[in-house]
């Protein structure tokens, strides 16, 4: 007999398996809950269209609908017929297909190495955002949602284990600014799950990591050198790593992966004067920083995204609302180059990449709050419009899985 919220059984005493679903709920409640916050999110451009029979370019049901509306083939989804032949479905019409499908889709996280999460932020009127949202990096197009932020917050910075699928938010401000760290498994779509705390308060700070020899390491925040790191597998409160060659906020990381090498750029002091600064650590061995080289320009409020083990780091963006992107060689001190331009002026943006595969995207920024750019790390050159945020927000942070 099925028994009620009232009673001993509810949803949440209901077991649910995960191992196929891509979901990180583990009972019936939560995974109610993951799912309604998915198709929150589900529109009809999130639908394949086949057009091998039809003569339209469209490739998914949203274009399909404009461009019959166009030609005068029709203005809604409604008037629009459906031939569910070939399919489970009952609809008989394109709006009631959408919303059938919407009745039983589950969002399947992008796999292995392919993986982004932009996490936290705040939107033009100062409200903090604890909302998560994952994309598929190689595929061109708009993120989807992930979950929540175990607390809402911005001006957080990212760490991630690489290919073993964890990804640590850490610091940030809330109204007042928090230690907290919560973690995710990029792959596995839910809300985060509480980590520990860093050693010191701080928001507006930066991260690097080196992939899957499992460490994180966060550098800087308001009025701090401080660093410190933790290990990525391991729910724990940060160590003590070292001091950055300068106090500073607002600045960004790049790191080569496995090849343990972590730099820190940009930023602004206490004094708010726009820094060039890079300094550069070895992940794996705690110490204080060495000065690396300069940016092409002093900035702060920039993001950063690199190519793994292929050494190449790519800083873009920046205050005062800069479209400069600037590249280094990673294993290799010295000074930035120019790499090209964002689609246009950004700042507060964050960062993720596919690694090796040498995609990188910034998404977000406190100019235009949605936009999401790409760029060939390994290829100088202009960035592109990838797609769309699903929340437009400023002072976000990223991990991925590459």
Not at 99 to 125: M, N
Not at 299 to 308: D, M, Q, T
Request: charge should be negative; include cysteine.
């Amino acid at each position: 007999m099925i028994k009620f919220y009232d009673e001993i059984e509810n949803a949440k005493k209901i077991l649910y398996d995960n191992s196929t679903s891509g979901l990180s709920a583990t009972n019936v409640q939560s995974a109610i809950d993951v799912l309604k916050s998915l198709l929150d999110s589900l529109s009809a451009l999130d639908i394949a269209y086949d057009n091998t029979s039809s003569g339209l370019t469209a490739t998914n049901v949203q274009d399909a609908i404009d461009e019959l509306a166009s030609s005068g083939g029709g203005g809604t989804a409604e008037s629009i017929s459906y031939d569910n032949s070939k399919t489970i479905l009952k609809a008989t019409n394109v709006k009631d297909a959408i919303d059938e499908i919407c009745s039983y889709i589950v969002l399947i996280p992008p796999p292995a190495g392919d993986g982004g999460v932009f996490g936290g932020g705040k939107d033009c009127h100062g409200t903090r955002f604890s909302v998560m949202e994952y994309i598929q990096i190689s595929q061109i197009g708009y993120s989807r949602i992930f979950g929540d932020l175990y607390v809402a917050r911005d001006k957080l910075a990212g760490v991630d284990n690489g290919t073993n699928n964890r990804g640590v938010f850490g610091g940030g401000e809330r109204g007042y600014t928090v230690a907290t760290m919560d973690y995710i498994n990029v792959v596995m779509l839910g809300n985060a799950s509480y980590f520990g705390v860093l050693t010191v308060v701080r928001s507006y700070l930066a991260g690097v990591n080196n992939g899957t020899n499992d460490r994180g390491v966060f550098g800087g925040g308001w009025d701090n050198n401080v660093m410190d790191y933790i290990t990525i597998s391991t729910p724990s409160n940060a160590s003590d790593f070292g001091d950055l060659t300068v106090a500073r906020n607002e600045l960004a990381g790049v790191s080569n992966g496995e090849n343990n090498r972590g730099v820190f750029g940009g930023g602004k002091d206490n004094n708010y004067n726009k820094l060039n600064i890079m300094d550069y650590i070895s992940i794996n061995s705690p110490g204080n920083a060495s000065d690396f080289g300069d940016l092409t320009v002093a900035r702060s409020c920039l993001a950063g995204v690199s190519n793994g083990t292929k050494n190449r780091g790519v800083f873009g963006g920046g205050y005062y609302i800069y479209d400069v992107m600037d590249y280094i060689s990673i294993n290799s001190p010295g000074n930035a180059s120019d790499f090209g331009d964002l689609t246009v002026k950004k700042y507060d943006l964050a960062g993720v990449s596919n690694g090796i595969n040498n995609r990188g995207l910034f998404g977000g920024s406190g100019k235009l709050l949605k936009d999401i750019d790409y760029i060939k790390i390994n290829c100088n050159t202009n960035a592109r419009s990838f797609g769309e945020l699903v929340v437009g927000r400023s002072c976000l942070a990223g991990v991925d899985n590459s």
